[in-house]
């Protein structure tokens, strides 16, 4: 069983940068995909990014491409999301996620994801 724990969000005026952690325990995160997903209010849950291992292949949604960047540090069993040039539209609870099965790769689909951090607020207000 992985539990993760998401923190780094906030309020940050647009075009301001947020950097967000998601550390786990009581699993080590090699060779498992890790995403991020946020849910806006009034909207359903989507994918932003995620990282596979070892070959650390990312994937983005196009709405944050050049803007958000993954990465992972598998001794601290930490999965990073910078996010810089923030928009309102970004603003949402973000999420990390981990599939029950490792996989040398990652998805965008909620649907391929079984453990699931609480979540961590982010605005992106003037």
């Known amino acids: 069983q992985v539990h993760f724990v998401e923190s780094g969000g906030g309020l940050v005026q647009p075009g301001g940068s947020l950097r967000l952690s998601c550390t786990a325990s009581g699993s080590p995160l090699n060779y498992y995909a890790v995403g991020w997903f946020r849910q806006a209010p009034g909207k359903e849950r989507e994918g932003v990014s995620c990282?596979?291992?070892?070959?650390?292949?990312?994937k983005y949604a196009d709405s944050v491409k050049g803007r958000f960047t993954i990465s992972r540090d598998n001794a601290k069993n930490t999965v990073y999301l910078q996010m810089n040039t923030l928009e309102p539209e970004d603003t949402g609870v973000y999420y990390c996620a981990a599939p029950l099965v490792m996989a040398p790769f990652c998805l965008l689909d909620l649907n391929e994801y079984d453990y699931w951090g609480q979540g961590v607020q982010v605005t992106v207000s003037s």
């Open positions: 990282i596979s291992d070892p070959n650390n292949m990312t």
